[in-house]
């Protein structure tokens, strides 16, 4: 409902509901979101398409901070919380590549948790409670890279005027996985791939062939691809360890690039591939295993289609 929202007001408002959305009279998509258990805070939708994003919690956030706070997020500034510093650090990577991925790993990862916390009270403890949320060691690590990068980003630019996790340590990496497919395993594994859908059957036989991971596959593009050479260039911003990846094609290989013809991926995302993949596990009796391959080992010696058959 929308009211003339005041200091008197918001410190008196109540919910009969789960929650009540007071919106402001003065400030356009600007309310005091009031929960049954007494809980309140600032929330603002604002853009085309309408995104809601919260500005932080009252009393801590005034009525007045709160307004300042949602006419600078329309207005592309980011004095407000930390969504409203992710929605213009999002905008300002669009011309990157792995874009897409900080989007939703930002979106998924870190906004959920600490989101509604103002900019300027942001404290390290607080990107830890994001890091103890992952349970997986490599999410965590992606997740604070993505922070600290966006945080970064503010301070060059002088929303912050110092960088409150500096010196931050990163989570401990993971352990390197030892689990690798028998060749028996692998012929069971080709012979039921024609189960799958064209594209998933080709990415899954990249992986194997070329003994490279589900994600840069499934990103694989044209100009990646140096025919003469007959080699695949991994660019750093899409390879794990954020280095270029020069990876030998063979004539198997090629033969599937040039059947499949990616312009800009296979038009299946990693996430579907690997769903796939566990439910195919169940069904075959394999053991579980995913995509992927360690830097310490060889290229696959299954690059030859005569092995598999």
């Known amino acids: 409902m929308k009211v003339q929202l005041t200091d008197r007001f918001c410190a ?10 007071y919106f402001d009279q003065t400030v356009p998509g600007l309310a005091l979101r009031v929960t049954s258990k007494g ?49 213009v650090y999002i905008k300002s990577v669009r011309g990157l590549r792995s874009a897409r991925e900080i989007e939703r790993r930002l979106r998924k990862d870190v906004l959920p948790v600490i989101g509604h916390i103002p900019i300027r009270e942001l404290h ?14 490599i999410a965590a690590r992606r997740a604070l890279d993505d922070f600290r990068a966006m945080v970064r980003w503010a301070v060059a630019r002088g929303d912050l ?12 990496g993971s352990k390197p996985r030892t689990r690798v497919l028998s060749d028996e395993e692998i012929r069971v594994l080709w012979s039921r791939l024609e189960q799958l859908s064209e594209a998933i059957q080709q990415i899954i036989k990249l992986c194997l062939i070329t003994g490279q991971r589900l994600g ?30 020069l990876v030998p094609l063979s004539a198997f290989a090629l033969e599937i690039i040039n059947h499949t013809n990616p312009q ?11 769903k796939t993949i566990h439910r195919m596990q169940e069904k075959i ?3 579980h295993w995913t995509a992927m391959i360690s830097v310490e080992q060889p290229l696959p010696r299954w690059q030859n289609l005569a092995f598999l058959q």
Not at 222 to 238: F, G, H, Q, Y
Not at 264 to 274: A, I, M, P, Q
């Open 161 to 172: 005027d110092h960088n409150p996790i500096d010196g931050m340590r990163k989570p401990p």
């Open 264 to 274: 800009s991926g296979f038009g299946v995302k990693r996430v579907d591939v690997s």
């Open 285 to 287: 009796g394999i053991a």
């Open 124 to 137: 390290r403890r607080d990107v830890t409670r994001v890091i103890d949320a992952k349970s997986a060691p």
């Open 12 to 21: 008196h408002a109540k919910s009969a509901k789960p929650q009540t959305d």
């Open 39 to 87: 809980t309140k805070a600032w929330t603002f939708l604002y853009g085309t398409p309408r995104r809601r994003l919260t500005l932080g919690r009252y009393p801590s956030l005034s009525l007045a901070g709160a307004r300042t706070a949602a006419i600078e997020t329309r207005e592309g500034r980011t004095a407000g919380s930390v969504s409203a510093l992710a929605e």
């Open 216 to 245: 840069e596959v499934t990103g694989m593009s044209t100009d990646e691809i140096d025919l003469a050479r007959k080699v695949w260039n991994i660019p750093a911003s899409r390879s794990k360890n954020g280095h270029p990846h």
